[in-house]
């Protein structure tokens, strides 16, 4: 069959002839599978979550809510991923998992993609009016929202989308209003004038968060300010000289020496002759610049509190679309603030009160958003006081309640909370939550969950609805709640699934969403939202350099879908989630992990192409294991199929201890090892004698079975597809229900480990390497003839012996015999076993010298790093345990390699 005819839905998992290996396209082709098999389990609602009568114990994981209108980036498929991957986990555990998904209606930069398609339609949102701007708005949701889903699912997502849900949904918008209107009447939020940060580009004040600084290379402009009544003046240093329009004071430290007996006095503000007091304030720092500082309290947030406690007035000289007011007088009215500082200077240069200017490089906030320079104002918004949430927030985390991973963040959420300031929650757009507050005719605010209700506070009908909507983070910051139900304490999702179990995002988010999140989950309801947090990493490039488009070094996830398989995606995504770490994603990683599926696939093809068809059927399947063997584990299983069941065994303890730790990184790394070195290039190659009935053993076929069944259950979390695409070609009598994906999850058979038994086939795959070696290094086929001779002590023999044939199969040898080995043979000491090999090739003589010359020079200068770093006090006690080990480990190695050499060299 090729894979242009390949049809999963008919033949990859109903029937049972679809088991047999012909089936299999030799060419492996995800894309001829994976979109059929996330349709297949849509249509078997496989991911539908049941909130009553359900089985299992309750596991939920809300997904971040992307923007409604974007598309994905490669942070989006990260964090998919590892969700996914935790979900499928817990979900074959026999949790009753749910995965939440949904979308955010992300207001500024949803209001600015629709503005920017009327304003190449040549209208605005003005001339639309906001009722008309509004359905505008909706239509563009309705026309891009199932972009995100298809996105989503052509990664492999196990969302259950009948619980779908957007944060302008009716339900939510409900939650929204009713967290407002509760945190209102207990004072927490409240309206009122003070100093924002606030976008021109935008037409909106933002919050603390959205500002990103960046180190500016400035100037510091020393301006001289004259004395009233007297002729000398005082030279001020700014940085914003445009701003000097709105001054109200000078300022200096009250124990600056240097103006200390001006205290009091005036001086005149130049180009516009307001006479501004001087104070005293221990804020001034008198080393910065000349000691003296202007203030300009509606355009600075220092000079703003400086002048609150002072009792000092202010004006406001820039307006909010960044052009200068009346206020700054009719020379510089109407002006951008950037044309003002330039005009504003050339009159202080004309003025001859322009005495200096100095470089000076300074942090400039900036709006993440539209990348222009903030400026600071004040503004009537609505405030969120968080102060005493945000003490049980850092409490919650203190005492494990919630747990952050890696916990090297921990200090980073304390910091914050500790420092949190007044979240300002009106923006000024049209797009969002409008903010549930209505103001009478004689300008009184009602706040209220309706118009009805306001109305009848009021006392009237005559009322305006505040114009402003809420910060799309307060929504966001409601999600745990609001998608499970509440403010309903009696949904059933609620009381189900609330506290969530783990929520997985980037780092980056961490004080934007997730904080606020646990503030508003103990506020509401009295617990954290979810009992963990997995902080990735940011997805950089192949060289570690930040995504972006002006770079040109995006990568598309869809694309490298397109390319690799989603399967392959994902896995890299997840080996590469190392805690506390960005990853430098190299699409040849992708490259490397399809070629790992391709593994599997080729495997479980040739596994079941050479099985017999009966030896497969008399599987006891056990609970919770899937298939089980029905011989004597202990006594009747040869030492090759006792020890791949050790190795499984250990496989399975450490994949579900690292899936609980979320070290996904090393889960997969487990994984990868286990299914290709020891399954694919030891085990499988160990089965070909018996198999082909050369050296048979019992319940081989069943074994191979058996562990290909683990071993795709054990992978299936993280490579969905593929997994669930060849469990499918099993036996019938192997597979315990219709999908893979509800399978259950491989748990440990304890007694089935066995780890002198691992420690004999660990030397003896190294002995089969070495063996593999000699020949690879001469540039010899395999059916060169090669014996092995067995030198030393009797007593190290033994497991060479019990295993002869499989050595002699593995490493195509003509024999094995113990005594010296003839004086041409290499000899090495492998796994503590004297040991000579001859080949059947013609005498090398002086080559085969010069080689062995080169690997002891490379030995010897590698011994003499390793006594180096052994012998360094410093490496010793600051290095970790198993990495001094590890150090010691390799040097008694190198030391028995470079006796060996020197014994082959002899005297030359």
Known sequence: MTGETHQPEAESASSQASSDAQTMDKRFDPASYEAAWQRRWSDANLFCCPTTDASGEPFCVLIPPPNVTGKLHMGHALQSALQDLMVRWRRMQGYNALWLPGTDHAGIATQLMVERQLESEGSSRIELGREKFEERMWEWKQTYHSNIRDQLERLGSSCDWSRERFTLDEGLNLAVRTAFVRMYREGLIYRGEYMVNWSPILGTAISDLEVEMKSVQGKLYHIAYPLEGEDGSLVVATTRPETMLGDMAVAAHPEDERYRHLIGQNAILPLIGRKLPIIADEHVDPEFGTGLVKITPFHDLNDYEMASRHGIGGLRVIDFDGRMTSEAGPEFEGLDRFEARAKVLDRLREAELLKDVVDHVHNVGHSQRSGEPVEPMVSDQWFCNMDQVAERALRAVETDELELHPPTWNKTWRHWLENIRPWVISRQLWWGHRVPAWYDPDGNCHVAMTREEAAELAGTDELRQDDDVLDTWFSSGLWPLSTLGWPDEDAPDLKTFYPTSVLITGFDILFFWVARMVMMGLQFSDQVPFRAVHLTGLVRDAKGEKMSKTKGNTLDPLELVEEYGADAVRFTLCALDTPGRDIPLDPQRMAGYRAFGNKIWNATRFALTRLQEESAGGADRGENRGGDLEVSHSSQLGDPERWILSRLTDTIETVNRKFEDYRFDEACGALHGFFWHELCDWYIELCKPALSGDAPRPDVEKTLVYVLDQSLRLLHPVMPHLTEEVWQRLPEEARDTEFLAVASYPTARTDWRDERLEAEFEGIQQLVTWLRAQRKE??????????????????????????????????????????????????????????????????????????????????????????????????????PEHVVEGVRARLAELEERQAVLLKELGDD
């Open 778 to 879: 001469r540039g010899l086929g395999a059916k060169v003839p090669m014996r092995l001779f067995l030198e030393g002590g009797d007593d190290t023999h033994r497991v060479v012996l019990d295993n002869a044939p499989l050595i002699s199969h593995l490493a195509r040898l003509e024999s094995i015999e113990v005594g010296p080995g003839p004086e041409r043979a290499t000899r090495d000491l492998i796994a503590g076993i004297e040991v000579a090999a001859e080949i059947d090739a013609p005498d090398e003589g002086p080559e085969l010298k010069e080689r062995l010359r080169k690997e002891l020079a490379g030995v010897e200068k590698e011994l003499g790093n390793a006594r180096g770093r052994l012998g360094n006090e410093q490496f010793l006690s600051k290095a």
